[in-house]
């Protein structure tokens, strides 16, 4: 079975910091994905990756598959940014996902 | 993007009575549909997989008979909570994987909060 590790499990950033949260897992794994959750309890899907490096506006996931890590950053945090980030594996051949326990970021204006 | 809905998002119900909570993908076919359970300040648990058309598997330790899950059609999954108990409030989130998209992308419900008074 899949490890997946967080760290921080915690970090308070001020805003317009750069922030660095980041994922580990034990297994080769078939994709890994980074989710957002904020306090009214939805899941939003940020990141799909299955190698390399992909960016969306502010937010940047990149991946080794060698040393089976992952890194999710935030450019020029906001406030909003403030939520649960979760990262998740799927192993090859399942669809189904492993979480880690998530990263509480809170950006304080 | 892809959208799934859950309806209620919020539900509140008497012990010992029934739940459905419906998870629908609005704009894409969902052959497999997840159900998750999550715990305040802890991370989601996978409690069943739905496949359209045939019998949900459930994860180890998930009772298959107080959580009915039908998938009746490439959009529609319902979780219904059997004889609720205080101890099955929870959040509740689905997810659906579209059978044209991505291998592995998975697509997230709102949730359900699910209060057993």
């Known amino acids: 079975k899949n490890e997946v590790e967080q760290s921080p499990q915690n970090l308070t950033a001020q805003e317009g910091e750069f922030i660095t949260i980041n994922c580990s897992y034990s297994?080769?794994?078939?994709?890994l994905h980074w989710l957002q959750q904020h306090p009214g309890g939805g899941i939003v899907s940020l990141f799909m990756?299955?190698?390399g490096k992909k960016k969306h506006g502010r937010l940047i996931a990149t991946i080794n598959i060698q040393e089976k890590h992952s890194s999710l950053h935030i450019t020029a945090s906001h406030p909003r940014d403030s939520a649960v980030y979760i990262c998740?594996?799927?192993?090859?051949?399942?669809?189904?996902?492993?979480f880690g326990k998530g990263t509480k970021l809170s950006v304080i204006p | 993007g892809a959208v799934v809905s859950q309806h209620p998002s919020r539900v509140i119900c008497k012990s010992g009575t029934s739940v459905k909570i419906e998870c629908r993908s609005l704009?894409?076919?969902?052959?497999?549909m997840f159900w998750y359970r999550q715990f305040p300040k802890k991370s989601l648990m996978l409690m069943a997989t739905?496949?359209?058309?045939?019998?949900?598997?459930?994860e180890q330790g998930v009772e298959k008979d107080k959580f009915l899950i039908n998938h009746a059609s490439l959009t529609l999954s319902t979780l219904t909570v059997t004889s609720a108990h205080p101890e099955d409030s929870s959040f509740y989130i689905c997810?659906?994987?579209?059978?044209?998209?991505?291998?592995?992308?998975?697509?997230f419900g709102p949730g359900t909060r699910l209060t057993v008074t």
């Open positions: 997810s659906a994987r579209d059978l044209a998209g991505e291998a592995h992308e998975q697509y």
């Open positions: 297994v080769g794994i078939s994709a």
């Open positions: 990756l299955s190698s």
């Open positions: 998740a594996v799927t192993g090859a051949g399942s669809y189904q996902l492993t």
């Open positions: 704009d894409f076919q969902a052959t497999t």
């Open positions: 739905s496949n359209e058309g045939s019998k949900a598997t459930y």
